[in-house]
């Protein structure tokens, strides 16, 4: 019998009126909530998520003149070394959470 098999015959009969069977089918959409699918990378030493491009104003309160372009997470596994590169006209604005810490060389 495969263990994908529908047949309950192997259970106690006394269990099988607790039992559900878990359903694969897509869930309903929630109004007025959409699922965007974000532009994940990912490699042996971890990985690039671009959760949003902005556009627009983009303005940080207490950050002035700065605009926001796009907002990032990326995880790095210990151990990985990370390439440099450059960009030509960009500033950056980095959050590392208290638990990990930020290495710049």
């Not at 006394?14 to 359903?23: A, C, D, K, R, W």
Request: negative net charge; charged residues 20%; proline residues 6%.
């Amino acid at each position: 019998m495969s263990e994908f098999s529908s047949d309950e015959s192997w259970i106690a009969e006394n269990y099988v009126g607790q039992l559900s069977n878990q359903s694969y089918d897509a869930p309903n959409p929630i109004d007025g909530v959409e699922f965007l699918d974000p532009r994940l990378a990912n490699d042996e030493g971890g990985d690039f998520c671009e959760i949003a491009r902005l556009v627009g104003d983009g303005a940080i309160d207490g950050l002035d003149g700065f605009r926001v372009a796009q907002v990032n997470c990326s995880l790095v596994l210990p151990g990985t070394i990370k390439a440099w590169h450059v960009h030509r006209n960009q500033q950056d604005v980095w959050f590392v959470p208290p638990s990990h810490r930020l290495l710049v060389g």
